[in-house]
């Protein structure tokens, strides 16, 4: 049986740097791409408008777990960027659909490539234990069920 930790661990402080750390790599090689503008919410919205197509500004709130404004703001940064387009649904005006563009497409790609190219470093530095570990470890820190739902679908090592 595993015996539990009573130190006080600064978990949350080595994973704020480790995103940190993970968020300035992605900037870096992006930038070696030719995007040198990355922002931190383009990796999921953009794998997001990737694999599904044209999505309402709604439910790509639902999928970051943020408010239909905070998508829109999301959205609009795409936009002035070139890579997404905005239009109002045919059949509920209400509702303005985001899709990428064609640079929008191949920034995507760049982005899942960047994606790939640091989860194959990481799985280099740590053996495969070390890796469950760690995934079963950053579940653990997953606390709202929302964010518990969308790892769900995340493959574990």
Known sequence: MTEMSTSAYPFGDLLALARQSWLGQMAERLAQRGYDDYRRTDAAVTRLLRRRGQVPVG????????TR??????????VQRGFATTSRDPDDTRQLNVALTAAGQDYARAVTAVIGELNREVARRADPAQLAAADAVLRAALFDQSTQRRAAYLPRP
């Open 59 to 66: 439910q790509l709130g639902a999928a970051l777990g943020v």
């Open 69 to 78: 404004q905070a998508a829109r703001k999301v959205a609009d940064g795409l």
